[in-house]
């Protein structure tokens, strides 16, 4: 069973699936690349994830500090519970972009999580996701079944929406008795029609079946065919590590083990299409440089996106490193961010979708000043 021409939403905004291959002529001629977004939700801290070597980091975490790490380069080394993403970076298909974070320089998840799906540099100003604008700016409609849209997914062109409130769904008849009441061509009239024409099984999800691993499978089979959707959004939370954070062991290393393990099964299950995949991170926040009073760390600025797949230019770690003593620190705290994620986010869609980056650029973040960074973390 293919997914294909709409997207679909599993569990929740555990796993969304979107665009089929074709979005209109000029994507006709091109190969199809996929995209995926993890979202980690809590503030994922870049710090544990991808150690600096430096002092100053043993001595503000002295009950935290990530041990037996993996030597990226001089500087930067990988948490050990990263073992798939590794392994991906001696296979040149792995890449850290560090001290970067959207533009939120509070501690609000509310605000971060809304400012980190919308792109804006002010929460709840905007109805629309930076990837739902990078869509609407490669032409493509979608079809969501699903509670809500996700933010991140939602743009200007008409994204239809249904959620079946039980587990019966209703019959062919009834769903033409709907659509009858609309004009053909009609948003409505057309989302019905698609949404009868699908699989019954495609419209309810078990709850066994919104484990992350088993997600990851469902989006790696579909993804891998040429006839499938070309992007997929993982939605992770869990890495509001305030008390038992660990180093190599703990809460967030736990969590970053799932985000590995889901990584691994998107690349076993890929095949060969993993050559043509990115496979990205997104996070409201880093941490706090200090450990706090209960082994863990409070909400930060600065963090670390992973970037992983076949489309990755080359392994590196991509950064204008702010160092961490304390005139360097944001607010005397924080690891600051000295690269504006939006840009990361926005050379990734141009990449994936083949459409320039001063277009994307203008279409998804009212063409804030953001450097083109394509050609320095990606293949084109």
Same mark, same amino acid.
């Given at each position: ?39 980690? %939700? ?39 519970? /990263? ?46 996701? $930076? ?57 409505? #009239? ?9 699989? %019954? ?8 079946? %919104? ?43 736990? !969590? ?7 990584? !691994? ?16 991170? /997104? ?34 770690? #991509?950064?204008? $490193? ?12 924080? /690891? ?8 990361? #986010? ?12 001063? #277009? ?5 973040? $009212? ?9 320095? /973390?990606?293949?084109?």
């Amino acid at each position: 069973m293919i997914f294909s021409r709409r997207f679909f939403v599993l569990g929740g905004a555990s796993l969304s699936l979107l665009g089929h291959p074709v979005w209109n002529a000029r994507a006709a001629t091109q190969k199809k690349k996929n995209l995926v977004i993890i979202m980690l %939700r809590g503030g994922m801290d870049g710090l544990t994830a991808v150690p600096v070597n430096d002092r100053l980091l043993n001595s503000l975490r002295p009950n935290i500090l990530v041990k037996n790490t993996m030597k990226l380069d001089g500087h930067f080394s990988l948490h050990p519970r /990263l073992q798939t993403f590794a392994s991906l970076w001696k296979a040149g298909q792995a890449t850290v972009v560090h001290g970067t974070n959207i533009p939120y320089t509070k501690r609000s998840h509310f605000e971060g999580q809304n400012q980190m799906e919308t792109g804006a540099t002010t929460p709840y100003t905007e109805y629309t996701g $930076w990837l739902g604008r990078g869509i609407d700016a490669a032409e493509l409609n979608g079809l969501a079944i699903s509670l809500q849209m996700p933010l991140l997914l939602r743009g200007k062109i008409t994204a239809d929406n249904y959620f079946p409130t039980t587990l019966r769904i209703p019959s062919t008849d009834v769903f033409k008795k709907v659509a009858s009441s609309f004009v053909e061509g009609d948003p409505v #009239y057309e989302a019905m029609m698609a949404i009868n024409s699908r699989p %019954r099984e495609m419209l309810t999800v078990k709850w066994r079946e %919104r484990e992350p691993l088993i997600l990851a499978k469902t989006a790696a089979e579909q993804l891998r065919s040429e006839e499938g959707p070309r992007i997929a959004v993982f939605d992770l939370d869990g890495f509001d590590t305030h008390s038992a954070q660990g180093g190599t062991d703990g809460e967030h290393g736990e !969590k970053l083990s799932q985000y590995d393990n889901i990584v !691994k099964v998107l690349k076993d299950n890929l095949g060969e299409a993993f050559d043509n995949t990115l496979v990205i991170t /997104l996070t409201e926040f880093g941490r706090k440089v200090e450990e706090n009073g209960g082994y863990g760390t409070e909400h930060g600025y600065g963090t670390a996106i992973l970037i992983a797949g076949g489309l990755v230019k080359k392994s590196q770690v #991509y950064t204008d $490193w702010p160092g961490l003593s304390k005139k360097a620190l944001f607010e005397g705290q924080d /690891l600051n961010s000295t690269i504006d994620a939006r840009a990361v #986010y926005c050379s990734a869609m141009s990449a994936c979708f083949d459409v320039d980056f001063h #277009y994307m650029r203008k279409q998804a973040f $009212w063409n804030a000043k953001l450097p083109d960074l394509t050609e320095k /973390l990606f293949k084109l």
